[in-house]
């Protein structure tokens, strides 16, 4: 499974989301069939998202979407966001 891990600071946390809400059509479009959304203890306005995709294609058309820096905008994202994507090896539940 392609995951897309997104690393972000926002200037408010629910603004960003209701934009990250919104915004889920496109990453469905895209292939995506999940995601989480986890804040620092440190600083709770860092975020980092872990969508989950179906194949390795559209996590990668996913990033490049024209749509993306829009979103981003509107949600308050501050400065360029650190993108990873990767193909799960092992994932377990405990």
């Known amino acids: 499974m392609a995951k897309v891990i997104v690393q972000h600071r926002v200037a408010d946390y629910d603004r960003w989301f209701s934009v990250f809400t919104e915004h889920e059509q496109v990453r469905r479009r895209h292939g995506a069939t999940g995601h989480s959304v986890n804040r620092a ?3 709770p306005n860092t975020i980092v998202i872990v969508s989950d995709f179906a194949t390795l294609a559209g996590a990668q058309a996913f990033t ?4 993306l820096p829009a979103a981003m905008a509107r949600g308050g994202v501050d400065g ?3 993108v990873w994507i990767v193909d799960e090896a092992d994932a377990a539940a405990y």
């Open 64 to 67: 490049q979407d024209p749509s």
């Open 80 to 82: 360029a966001p650190q």
């Open 41 to 43: 203890v440190a600083d």
